[in-house]
């Protein structure tokens, strides 16, 4: 069946489900986008989670079967980059097809072809000591470098790869031939990847970027607490290219420097941020990245309860909405929004945090917030979508970033942002990339190694 009329038919029989919540119209070219009607909260998680889908689905960049970097509706690109392939936001993207085939979103064969399509890929793309750069040119494969010294491999987007490439093979390995064959590819794919190269001549800390015309001229030391974690408990992990546990003691966790007392809105920080303020908190994504295959419940080291640490993240950032200081329009609840990370920003692109709040929202923090705070994002996403409307929703779900302040909605979409909605929603309703991730023996092996513990080992 024509994958279209497919995503038709879906929808359809989705909304006609609904019967007496009632069918959720569009805009139907009232002023204010506002919508009487509503769908049932599992009914209305299950259109989200399908539109936004589809941004990794149909709008993939065709050669590579990847999620290309952005897509804008508007029309308006920069830097000519519309086949530009993220590998990270592709990691995520390779997660959300699994959800889609269990979910229905597509059938199993058409996932299965489609990861066919994206190991091959893979497998002959540019890697430097076996990291895949941030980003790749779609058609032919060839590193399109993000920045002067960012022009080769970059392991904290591999990781988000590799976190995918685990659960491809997790959820393949007891398929049938065709399947066999894709888990086998995507386990030999992520044994590749050389996490210790990448300690810098033995270091006990790991390096984001290596370049193969500037070497270690980027100088970036992964150290938290950021989005990071998963880089360190994969290397861990590798049983081809593994790192010792003092890897991650030392250098991710600094000697136990990385713990904090401090608080906000009287939650515990837990972790000091990689912010100015030593009582900030970052964007939200950095308890998105990490988590979309780690399953943070009941998960804990001799540094936190990564539980606690993501949950009290995202509730900080709710009270800060609910405070809203600045006075900006649009925040709140449960009339308002709430949620502020890495995205759009009025004036190009910003880190939003409670700590750099520009009156713009960012509709991924509070959606893949949803195993943390499921009643605040409920209530996001209604409003998002009943009271906003299409001022926010388009072909790939909810659009990046809006702000109610300025009235601006731009109609646009980025790959990283889009990714961890689909995949963290499957997670709070069925847990399944959690479980697919959790396990892999390796990771159990890689996580025993680091110390932490877990109702999954």
């Not at 897509?71 to 086949?83: A, F, K, L, R, V």
């Not at 210790?196 to 390096?207: A, C, E, P, S, T």
Request: net charge negative.
């Amino acid at each position: 069946m024509n994958h279209n009329v497919y995503t038709i038919l879906i929808i359809a029989v989705l909304l006609a489900a609904c019967n007496g919540a009632g069918q959720k119209k569009r805009a139907d070219g009232n002023a204010d986008g506002n919508n009487a009607d509503t769908l049932a909260d599992d009914s209305l998680l299950t259109l989200v989670q399908q539109q936004t889908f589809q941004y990794f689905w149909d709008g993939a960049e065709p050669v590579s079967g990847l999620a290309r970097e952005r897509i804008h509706i508007d029309g308006e690109y920069p830097q000519n980059d519309q086949e530009v392939v993220t590998i990270g936001g592709s990691g995520f993207g390779l997660m959300a097809i699994i959800a889609a085939m269990e979910r229905g979103f597509i059938t199993r064969q058409a996932g299965a072809d489609r990861f066919e399509k994206v190991l091959d890929y893979l497998a002959k793309a540019d890697r430097f000591h076996g990291a895949w750069p941030h980003w790749l040119d779609g058609p032919t494969g060839k590193a399109k470098p993000f920045s002067k010294n960012d022009n080769g491999g970059d392991l904290v987007e591999t990781a988000f790869m590799a976190q995918a490439l685990i659960c491809v093979r997790e959820y393949f390995q007891e398929g049938n031939e065709q399947e066999k064959q894709l888990a086998a590819r995507a386990d030999a794919l992520w044994k590749d990847i050389e996490w210790d190269w990448y300690r810098q001549g033995g270091q006990n800390v790991l390096y984001w970027h290596w370049s193969p015309t500037a070497g270690w001229a980027a100088n970036h030391p992964i150290r938290g607490y950021d989005e990071c974690l998963i880089t360190y408990v994969l290397a861990a992990s590798s049983p081809t290219h593994g790192v010792p546990a003092e890897v991650y003691h030392e250098g991710w966790a600094r000697g136990g420097a990385i713990t904090t007392d401090a608080e906000r809105y009287g939650h515990p920080i837990i972790l000091k941020h990689n912010v100015p303020d030593s009582n900030g908190v970052g964007p939200l994504f950095w308890s998105h990245y990490s988590y979309l295959g780690l399953d943070p419940r009941g998960l804990k080291d001799q540094y936190a309860d990564y539980w606690e640490l993501n949950r009290n993240h995202a509730l900080i950032q709710y009270d800060y909405a609910i405070d809203n200081p600045n006075g900006y329009k649009g925040y709140g609840s449960p009339a308002g929004g709430w949620g502020f990370t890495a995205s759009y920003s009025v004036n190009g692109y910003a880190a939003h945090n409670p700590d750099n709040d520009r009156g713009v929202i960012s509709p991924t923090a509070a959606l893949s917030s949803f195993p943390y705070t499921p009643e605040h994002s409920m209530e996001m996403i209604r409003y998002l979508y009943e009271t906003l409307g299409d001022r926010v929703w388009g072909k790939y779900g909810f659009y990046d970033a809006y702000s109610e302040t300025e009235n601006w909605y731009p109609q646009r979409y980025l790959a990283i942002d889009q990714g961890p909605v689909p995949v963290m929603i499957e997670n709070h309703r069925t847990g399944l990339l959690w479980d697919l991730f959790m396990g892999a023996p390796e990771i159990q092996a890689g996580l025993r190694k680091l110390g932490f513990e877990s109702p999954k080992l």
